[in-house]
């Protein structure tokens, strides 16, 4: 199950995948815009902080399908290793997704608030299909239903896509989608840290090496 970060912030990029198992990053041009830098340069220095065997997924802002691919292709030529364009599914980015699936370009289906929005994703070629899962929740729809039935379409029907949620905004809502069997997660930094840490786990470190210090006087096991 993959586990991706939703940020364009180079040094949060760099503490996340330092320290946890991270398998890329993901933007969109709303994350892009955050870090008042040059569009390109950016996703360069993403990729240099990512190394060559991260993902890193870049969004396309063009609304018609030959102007997306027209992007994909912009974005392919200066971005070089394991790229995924992401595309809104409208009509138009339908349309781009098969386009560019047909020329052997993985894509990720983002903005998906329905099964059926999924299932033609999945048909179109898209690599990843990704729920919105917060979104949907803010219009009081079922999300981890929606993502749930997104998987047995996928597996049912034995497409090759992968369910990538995104859109989180609170540890409940990234533990439910684990659970229906979402193939990966898309996580801002703050809450993939709240999903590890645990008071509990803190203190108990703290009483071992309590422990330890009282009876040894050191602070390692190492002499
Ligand atoms: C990732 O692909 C999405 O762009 C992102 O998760 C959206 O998150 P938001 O709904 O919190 O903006």
Known sequence: ????????????????????????????????????????????????????????????????????????????????????????????????????????????????????QGYIAAKAGAAYITPYVNRIEKLEGNAVNVVKEIVQIIEKHHFNSKVLAASFNNVQQVHDVCLVGAHGVTIPPDILRLCFSHRATEANVKVFIEDWQKEYGEKSIVD
């Open 1 to 116: 199950m993959q586990l991706i970060i939703d940020s364009a912030n180079l040094d949060e990029i760099r503490e996340l995948v330092d320290y946890y198992p991270i398998d890329g990053v993901t933007t969109n041009p709303s994350i892009i815009v955050k870090e008042k830098k040059n569009f390109l340069q950016l996703l360069e220095e993403i990729r240099e902080v990512i190394g060559c065997k991260r993902e890193l997924f870049v969004q396309t802002l063009a609304d018609h399908a030959e102007e997306i691919v027209k992007e994909a292709k912009y974005i392919r030529e200066n971005i070089l290793d394991k790229l995924v364009i992401k595309v809104p599914v409208t009509k138009e980015g339908i349309k781009a997704i098969k386009a560019l699936s047909e020329a052997g370009v993985r894509t990720m289906a983002t903005t998906i608030y329905t099964p059926l």
